[in-house]
């Protein structure tokens, strides 16, 4: 089946500690995204990536890191450096980036919860 | 970053009612989409709308994009208990600065 999985489901860490979260698709879109999204609120880019050795800084970028090395994979690490981790992480794709129409529509990933101990 | 409004914030209707709900913005957009999300899943997208003026169906969903292009519209009718979830806005403009922009959600409650 082609999609998007996102590993773990949930994430405990303690506060001082980096933790990456996973990110794959095998969809063959060349664009990925990271949005954080907390209580009640609507999404809020961190990342993303039009295509493979890419990235750019979305609004709130601050403490966090990225790296995509293959296509399918779009890595997130949340550093010691983010003040307010403890959140619900999604990860998106789309078939391309600013190309109109249906190229630009998301799919989203199920999502990973971390909190922060 | 911007935010869409999305009203209303929340609502809570009966089994079999119809439902609107709308999204506004100051900014003009090329493609508006809408996405249901269910408690500690991702959204999923249910329609999406690229022309002004452009009305949409899938299923009980209806969508428009509005003629200004700054706003669209959704309506669910007839709802039904697994209609609950929080419904997203999200607005596109094509070009260089290529992003979505979301809304603030709607909450729906379904009653039965």
């Known amino acids: 089946d082609g999609g998007i999985t996102q590993s773990p489901k949930y994430l405990f860490r303690k506060e001082g500690q980096n933790v990456t979260l996973s990110c794959e698709q095998n969809?063959?879109?060349?664009?990925m995204y990271w949005y954080r999204q907390d209580p009640g609120q609507g999404l809020r880019l961190i990342y993303y990536?039009?295509?493979?050795?890419?990235?750019q800084k979305g609004d709130i970028a601050e403490g966090y890191s990225v790296s995509r090395e293959k296509k399918e994979s779009f890595p997130l690490t949340v550093t010691s450096a983010q003040k307010n981790p403890t959140a619900f992480y999604l990860c998106?794709?789309?078939?391309?980036?600013?190309?109109?129409?249906?190229?630009?529509?998301?799919?989203f990933g199920p999502g990973t919860r971390l909190t922060v101990l | 970053g911007q935010q869409l409004n999305q009203s209303p914030q929340s609502m809570f209707i009966q089994e079999g009612e119809d439902v609107s709900m709308n999204c506004t913005s100051s900014?003009?957009?090329?493609?508006w989409l809408w996405y249901k999300q269910d408690p500690g899943e991702g959204p999923v997208l249910l329609i999406a709308?690229?022309?002004?003026?452009e009305l949409t169906s899938n299923g009980r969903l209806t969508a428009q994009f509005g003629i200004t292009r700054k706003d669209s519209f959704l309506n669910i009718s007839a709802s039904i208990p697994s209609d609950v979830g929080i419904y997203f806005c999200?607005?596109?403009?094509?070009?260089?600065?290529?992003?979505?922009?979301f809304g603030t959600g709607t909450r729906l409650q379904v009653t039965l």
């Open positions: 998106a794709s789309s078939i391309r980036w600013a190309a109109g129409g249906a190229y630009n529509e998301q799919f």
């Open positions: 969809l063959n879109h060349d664009a």
């Open positions: 990536s039009q295509i493979v050795n890419d990235f």
């Open positions: 900014s003009i957009f090329n493609t």
């Open positions: 709308l690229y022309k002004a003026g």
């Open positions: 999200a607005g596109l403009r094509t070009g260089t600065a290529s992003k979505l922009t």
